[in-house]
C-alpha cells in the first residue's frame, strides 16, 4: 500500500509540476500574443474586405510547408489550406485556399469571405455529411521578426457545399498549440499533443480533448494507463478495429542555460475506448514487428483505402550543442494495426536513369529508446546524389536514400496489394520533412516540404501521384527546380548585407514573418 501511495503521490507531483511550467510559458506569453493579436486584426481586416466568393484558374500554388492537404469527400478535388514559406529573410504566412481538381489537372485558388488568420502547423480533417466539411483546429503565427509567436486555439469548418467558413465557437477546449494531430473518430473530433512557444519558453503536450460533432461541445479525456510523454509532429490515426494510434513525434527539452536537446520519439501506442463505459478511455504501449521506419521526425501520414496507416519521409537529426544537421529521408513505410506489424514499401516499377550513388551512413545517433537511425539488420541504403546549381552559384547538394531490395526483416507479401510487394527502387520525390499527404480513389498525393542544404532552406512547390494499388512508380504532376528557388541571405551577414538590403518579397496579403513552426515539431 506504501508503494501504490508513493507512486500517486508522485504522479500528482509530476502534474503539479507540469501545471506550474505551463502557468509558467503562459505568463511569459501572453504578452507576445497580445502584441500579435493587434497585427493579426489588421490582416483580418484586409480579408474582411473580401466579400464575394471568387473561383479563380491559377497556377500551382507557390512553395509552402505546414499546410494542409485533403481530399474532397464526394469530388475529385485536393484542398490545400494555409501553411508558410521562408527565403532567407522573411517566412511568409498563408490562408489562402486552393483545389485541386484531379481529372482535369487544374489549380484554382478560391476566395472566400471571413476566413480562418494566417497560420500553419494547424490539422485539418474532412467530414462528409451537407456536401462535405473541412475542420481546423489550432496552429500559429508569428510576429514579422519571426522572434514572437502566436498559438491559436480556434475551431473552424469550411462547408464545401456552399462555400462558407463557420468559426464554431466553444469553452472547455484545448489551449492554444501547435503540432498537434487531430482525427475524426466517430462523431468526435479527437486531438493529441502538440507544442507551445514563446521567445524565450516552450512546453510540449500529451494531452486528450476531443469535440462532439452533435453537441458542439468539448471535453478533455482522461486516459489510463502509462501514455506517450508530451509531443509534437506524431503520427495519429483511428485503427479498423475503433482504436487510435499514436506513433513517434518530437519534443526537446532545456539541458542548461541555452542549450535544448531534442528527442526524436520511436514509440507506439493505442488509446482505446473501455467497452460499456462512455467517454472512459485507456493507454495500452505496443510494440510492433517487421520493418520499423528508422527514427526521424517531420514525417508526413496518410491512411490507406485497406485501413493500413502509411507514413513517408521525414528528417534524422544529428544533434550536438551547436549544431543540427539532419539527414532528410524519402522512403515509404505502412503500418497493419491489424497485424500490428509495419512493411517497408518499395515500388515495381523500372528504375530510373542511371546516377551517381554511393552507401548510406552505416551509424547513426540513437534516438529516446536507443534504436539507431540507421536502423539494424537492415542492408544498407543506396543513396542517389544530385547537385543543383543556384541561380548565385551555390551548389545545393540533393541526397536521395533509396532502401535496398530485399531488406532484412522484411515479411513476404500475403496480399495482392500489399504494400510490401516490390520489386527495385525507383527515384520519385526528392527527400523532405513535413510534406503534404492525401489520398484519393486509392492514389496518393504529396504536395511540398522543405530540405536544407548547409545554411539554406529549400521550401518546395511540387506535386507526385502514386498509385498505391499497383505500387509501380510516382507520377509528377508539378516539377520544380530547387536550383532557381529565391534565397536571400540575413541581413546581419557582412558578406551578402548589399543584397539582405533589397530584400522585401511577397504581397501585403500574404506576408508575415514566423519561424516558430520547426521540421520536427509540426
Known sequence: MGRKGKKEKKGRGAEKTAAKLEKKVSKRSRKEEEDLEALIAHFQTLDAAKT????????PPSPRLHASLSAHPEKDELILFGGEYFNGQKTFMYNDLYTYNIRKDAWTRVEIPNPPPRRCAHQAVVLPQGGGQLWIFGGEFASPDGEQFYHYKDLWVLHLATKTWEQVRSSGGPSGRSGHRMVVWKRQLVLFGGFH??????IYYNDVHAFNLDTFTWSKLSPSGAGPTPRSGCQ???????????YGGYSKQRVKKDVDRGTQHSDMFLLQPEDGREGKWTWTRINPV?????????????????????LFGGVCDEEEEESLEGDFLNDLHFYDAAKNRWFAGQLKGPKSEKRKRRRGKTTEPESADGQECGGAGAQGPVEVVREVVTEDGT????RQTLAAPGSAGRPPSDEEDSPDNAGGPVVGPSPRSNAMLAIKHGRLYLYGGMFEAGDRQVTLGDLYCLDLHKMQEW???????????????????????SEGESAEGGDEDSGAEAGGALSGDA
Open 236 to 246: 495519429m490515426s483511428v485503427t479498423p478495429q475503433g482504436s487510435i494510434v499514436i
Open 395 to 398: 551548389v545545393v547538394t540533393i
Open 475 to 497: 507520377t509528377a504532376l508539378v516539377e520544380m527546380d530547387p536550383g532557381a528557388q529565391e534565397w536571400l541571405e540575413d541581413t546581419d551577414s557582412e558578406e551578402d548585407s
Open 197 to 202: 512557444e514563446s521567445t524565450r519558453d516552450y
Open 290 to 310: 517487421g520493418a520499423k521506419p528508422t527514427p526521424r521526425s517531420g514525417f508526413s501520414v496518410a491512411v490507406t483505402p485497406n485501413h493500413q496507416t502509411l
Open 52 to 59: 464575394q466568393i471568387v473561383e479563380t484558374p491559377c497556377p
